[in-house]
């Protein structure tokens, strides 16, 4: 395409500036991600001048700022995966059951009228969603039980749970979408239902599309920061792995609330509060990074590919 | 593939095709409670809102700083420090975020770099926005000596948070530019930058703006960035420049969320989220007129 007619001395500088101004912005992107990881290496390093490897990662007591301090992330990192855990146990199988409903049984006029509802219900900012269950979700729990905690998990993997599902509905469906007309007319000149041609067919056939958008979706619950913090607690415990029900209706403590726990309390750039910070952050970022990672693997290695 | 197919079709016996109906009419009510759930829970959290912000949302809340006293509460300080804000990330993100799909789209040659750029947008489009918060804090707070809870670091750690969905959506739109106008510039005999300025920009445009502007609605959401820049949970001050400290819409929500008494839960909180939802409408409106009125004049 580079055809220059007219080579002009100007013209010519001026063009290769532009191209470098782009490829400048362009490589915006680069040092982000070299800024992302920098950042959170150079100031976990010095976490661990501190504190131990040994503590932070087999320890079982996280308290930052309260004497006698303590940095065990095991808390902090049981909370995460409980909570995910909990969100995904609704979203997931609500989110592709939306999919189906979209792709397979609904009109083309019900469709468009779905979606950009879908779509407001992920463009509500969080700390909206958070409020929601606090305020609204969790007295409507204690109705049915009474003793539930003020701030407890289940509330706050409902409303997530709901942020979650149109990421997981939209991504899922463009895999089923994508699953050629041809084999579920195949399916049904063979005499089975649509019920049949769905879960035999079509769900197999857009599988990894449909995983895809599961692991996405679970990363998505695993950075989730302002919901949790408000409605699920700040109270760094365990999880009894063997009574997992009872932990469903008191507080926890994931690793994004307590980041901003500490951030909000007035910590200083020395401390090793502060320090914690970047630690939590970077185990954080390295449970979404494998997540994205991988959902990208699988989107693009395993996807059936039809003409 | 096929051989699932045919196992499925043989194990369904022709003898039970009235509990295959039935399993597939749970199956259709089951996608149906599925849309409903969050539907529901959609309308239910509008709903309750916006009647719990009736008689809460009046003028003086719009131009009154907080209080701990809920009748005297208002966000003015709040609703100027997000104006601010997203003003700023609009003026850093847009001239960035389109500058980097151009290069992607109309000069990177499809080569190993390009894929690395790309894979790396897509990346950072996961991480989740608290991190973005850290790397605000430990780069332009402590590295670069920045004051913290400043709106210049608000808006430029905003700025990297939006500025992969800038991008990807400004690539979007600018790939849909037809590649026959392109060649017609080049047969006016124009350099490739010229052909950008006067084809492909004018016609990207609406697309680019679309995007940008959603992207800019999803920042003004954003509280856990913010919290991790040192930006305060409430301030009874407007900001008067971009180096002042602010609070933002959504951290006051935060700020109040918790607040003990009924007033403040059921009253003063519910109008202040009204206030950020009709910012969000009136963006996301924007967004949706500026397409349909470019569209239109298409031919």
Not at chain 1, 155 to 163: D, E, L
Request: aromatic share 10%; glycine share 8%.
């Amino acid at each position: 395409m580079s055809i220059d007619l007219q080579k002009r001395p100007f013209g010519s500088l001026k063009e290769s500036g532009m191209k470098g101004v782009f490829l400048t912005f362009a490589f915006i992107s680069i040092v982000t991600t070299i800024g992302i990881v920098l950042v959170l290496l150079v100031e976990t390093a010095d976490f661990f001048r501190e504190v131990s490897i040994k503590e932070f990662v087999l320890g079982f007591r996280w308290s930052p700022t309260i004497k006698p301090t303590s940095f065990g992330v095991w808390p902090l990192v049981s909370g995460t995966l409980y909570f995910t855990f909990a969100v995904a146990l609704i979203a997931l199988p609500a989110g592709l059951l939306a999919a189906v409903f979209l792709s397979e049984y609904a009109g083309r006029r019900l469709r468009s009228a779905i979606k950009p509802a879908l779509e407001i219900l992920a463009g509500i900012p969080t700390v909206v969603y958070g409020y929601f269950a606090l305020v609204y979700i969790t007295p409507l729990l204690r109705t049915l039980m009474p003793g539930i905690k003020t701030f407890n998990v289940l509330s706050a993997s409902i409303v997530v749970a709901i942020m979650i599902i149109p990421t997981v509905a939209s991504i899922s469906e463009d895999a089923i979408r994508a699953v050629p007309q041809s084999l579920r007319q195949a399916g049904s000149g063979l005499g089975v239902t649509k019920f049949q041609v769905t879960t035999t067919i079509v769900l197999p056939a857009s599988l990894s599309g449909i995983i895809s958008s599961f692991i996405l979706g679970i990363s998505r619950a695993i950075g989730e920061t302002m919901a949790v913090t408000i409605a699920g607690g700040n109270l760094a415990r365990l999880v009894n792995p063997f009574k997992p029900a009872e932990a469903l209706l008191k507080p926890i403590q994931t690793m994004t609330a307590a980041m901003v726990e500490i951030g909000m309390s007035d910590v200083t750039g020395d401390s090793t509060a502060y320090k914690s910070l970047f630690a939590v952050g970077f185990t954080l970022f390295l449970m979404t990074l494998t997540l994205n990672v991988v959902s990208q693997i699988i989107k693009s290695r395993y996807q059936e590919k039809y003409q | 593939m096929s051989r699932v197919i045919r196992e499925s079709v043989l194990s369904s016996g022709k003898d039970n095709i009235n509990s295959e109906q039935l399993k597939g009419k749970l199956f259709l009510a089951l996608c149906i409670a599925a849309i409903l759930f969050g539907l529901l829970a959609l309308s239910a959290l509008l709903i309750y809102v916006f009647r719990d912000a009736v008689g809460w949302l009046n003028w003086q809340f719009i131009t009154s700083p907080p209080s701990r006293f809920a009748s005297k509460a208002g966000v003015y300080p709040m609703l100027i420090g997000s104006s601010f804000v997203i003003m700023l990330v609009a003026i850093f993100s847009l001239p960035l975020g389109v500058g980097a799909a151009v290069y992607l789209e109309e000069y990177a040659p499809k080569n190993f770099f390009k894929k690395i750029i790309e894979t790396n947008i897509a990346n950072l489009a996961g991480v989740p926005s608290i991190v973005y918060g850290l790397l605000g804090l430990g780069f332009f707070v402590s590295f670069m000596d920045m004051a913290h809870g400043t709106i210049l670091v608000g808006a430029l750690t905003l700025t990297l948070r939006i500025l992969p969905v800038v991008i990807v959506s400004s690539q979007e739109a600018i790939r849909a530019v037809p590649d026959s106008q392109r060649r017609a510039s080049y047969g006016l005999g124009t350099t490739r930058w010229q052909m950008i300025r006067s084809v492909v920009l004018p016609e990207s445009m609406p697309g680019i703006m679309t995007g940008t502007i959603l992207a800019l609605a999803g920042a003004i959401g954003e509280t856990a960035p913010l919290i991790m820049i040192g930006a305060a949970t409430s301030i009874f001050t407007a900001p008067r420049g971009i180096l002042s400290s602010f609070s933002a819409m959504p951290l006051q929500i935060f700020a109040w969320s918790d607040f003990p008494g009924d007033d403040f839960q059921h009253g003063v909180t519910p109008a202040a989220i009204v206030v950020l939802l009709v910012i969000l409408l009136a963006i996301n409106g924007a967004a949706i007129y500026i397409r349909h009125r470019f569209s239109k004049n298409r031919p």
